[in-house]
Every structure is written in structure tokens, then in C-alpha cells.
Nanobody, 123 residues
Framework: QVQVLEHGGDSVQTGGSLRLSCVAS????????MAWFRQPPGQGREFVAA???????YYPGGVKGRFTISRDDDENTLYLQMDDLKPEDSAMYYC?????????????????WGQGTQVTVSS
């Protein structure tokens, strides 16, 4: 059974850092397209970062240079390093995975999703 499980959400102050992890089970993470999305309260799901099987990464402008997506193939785990956090980064963060990703990686059309982990950044 394919599952992804997020960890690492917390409350931090502006300028702080967090590292989220997404443990993959039932599949080999390096063979999948994987991504992070976030959803602030009352808003839609936003693209945060994605990584292809060949390790090519993608970021939207709002997090580029502050967030880093990475994949540990030995641990079958996806990470999101978040630095210089801002209050507007506060949201539920979700891990997503898809074996083929026949869509733009920034679109929330991935087949598998985790339950989310909460990140709160206070000013």
C-alpha cells in the first residue's frame, strides 16, 4: 500500500528554520515524482516544491532561495528544508507522490497525499 507520512511541523518565530520530512512506504521514492504543497486556512492548496526522479527540482518564486527540497534514497524519505520563515509561510504542509506525473508538477494532481503537518510562523 502506497503511503506518505509527514513529520516536522512546529511553531517558530519569523526568521527561523524547520525541516519537514515525508516518509514513503509501499513504493520507491526515487522512482516517483514527489512534491510539497501547503494550504493556509481558508485558502486553496499551493505548490511549494517538487523533485523529479532525476533529482531536478522546481520552486515557485515565493519560496525559491529559502526552501530546499531533497530526497534521501537510502531512507526513502523526502525532505523540505525551510529557512528564513515568514508568517505567510504558516499553513498545513502536505507531501504528495505520483508514479508518472502526466501533468505540470506545480498542480495538485498527484495520486498520493499525506495527512499534512502544521507549520506556524509568528511575528
Amino acid at each position: 500500500q502506497v503511503q506518505v507520512l509527514e513529520h516536522g511541523g512546529d511553531s517558530v518565530q519569523t526568521g527561523g528554520s524547520l525541516r519537514l520530512s515525508c516518509v514513503a512506504s509501499g513504493f520507491t521514492a526515487r522512482a516517483y515524482y514527489m512534491a510539497w504543497f501547503r494550504q493556509p486556512p481558508g485558502q486553496g492548496r499551493e505548490f511549494v516544491a517538487a523533485v523529479r526522479p532525476d533529482r531536478t527540482t522546481y520552486y515557485p518564486g515565493g519560496v525559491k532561495g529559502r526552501f530546499t527540497i531533497s530526497r534521501d534514497d537510502d531512507e526513502n524519505t523526502l525532505y523540505l528544508q525551510m529557512d528564513d520563515l515568514k508568517p505567510e509561510d504558516s499553513a498545513m504542509y502536505y507531501c504528495a507522490a505520483d508514479p508518472r506525473a502526466l501533468f505540470q508538477l506545480s498542480q495538485p494532481q498527484y495520486q498520493y497525499w499525506g495527512q499534512g503537518t502544521q507549520v506556524t510562523v509568528s511575528s
